[in-house]
């Protein structure tokens, strides 16, 4: 089955404890995102890759770090978490002819 | 940079009847892409319907249709007989034409309710 598989799906932690939400694709697609939602804002952009190796900023980037070391996966990275980091956190993947395919999400609460 | 807006965060709508999703989006680019996701409570993301701008007939998915009004920057879903399984946020998204990038830019949502 086509999925997208990330990883915790809740997670409490406190403010400062670094902290890696795992994402996983098995649709050999090259694109892969990270965004997070929030009530009112819709979902918004942190992170994006090309491809191995190849990563880049999207509209709320800080705070975040991402690796693209293999194709399939595309870690999200907190390395300070603080609490305006508490947010729903989904991750994407996308080959260029159509829409995305989502992960499950990750309920991430920064005390 | 490319703005997505739903004017409307609530809407409510009898079990069976039609309710339509407002959408408005800002660009200057003439090729793109316009989707609607759900979201139930379940919070998977869920792809309702595609349109492409280029293509003037719009789009339907069973129930669902869209109205796209590509001149008034427009693209408004219509659920048709609604179901208490269409209850979810519903989300508007663009995103730029091939070879331009893939990202999507989401609007802020709109929460369904369906009334039994």
């Known amino acids: 089955e086509a999925q997208v598989t990330q990883n915790p799906r809740y997670l409490i932690t406190v403010t400062g404890k670094k902290l890696t939400v795992t994402c996983s694709q098995n649709?050999?697609?090259?694109?892969m995102s990270w965004y997070r939602q929030d009530p009112g804002l819709g979902l918004r952009q942190i992170y994006y890759?090309?491809?191995?190796?190849?990563?880049d900023k999207g509209d709320v980037p800080e705070g975040y770090k991402v690796s693209r070391k293999e194709k399939r996966n595309f870690p999200l990275i907190l390395e300070s978490p603080s609490p305006n980091q508490t947010s729903l956190y989904f991750c994407?993947?996308?080959?260029?002819?159509?829409?995305?395919?989502f992960g499950s999400g990750t309920r991430l609460t920064v005390v | 940079a490319q703005t997505v807006t739903q004017s409307q965060p609530e809407m409510s709508v009898q079990e069976a009847e039609t309710v339509t999703l407002s959408c408005t989006y800002d660009?200057?680019?003439?090729?793109?892409?316009l989707f609607w996701y759900k979201q139930p409570p379940s919070r998977q993301m869920i792809l309702v319907i595609r349109q492409e701008a280029y293509k003037q007939q719009n789009a339907t998915e069973n129930r669902f249709s869209v109205n796209f009004q590509k001149a008034a920057k427009s693209f408004s879903l219509k659920i048709s007989d609604s179901q208490l399984g269409d209850a979810a946020m519903y989300f508007c998204?663009?995103?730029?034409?091939?070879?331009?990038?893939?990202?999507?830019?989401f609007g802020g949502g709109t929460r369904l309710m369906v009334k039994p």
């Open positions: 649709m050999n697609h090259e694109y």
């Open positions: 890759s090309m491809n191995v190796e190849v990563t």
């Open positions: 660009t200057s680019e003439s090729d793109y892409y």
């Open positions: 998204a663009y995103r730029r034409g091939p070879g331009a990038g893939n990202m999507l830019t």
């Open positions: 994407a993947s996308s080959d260029n002819r159509d829409g995305y395919t």
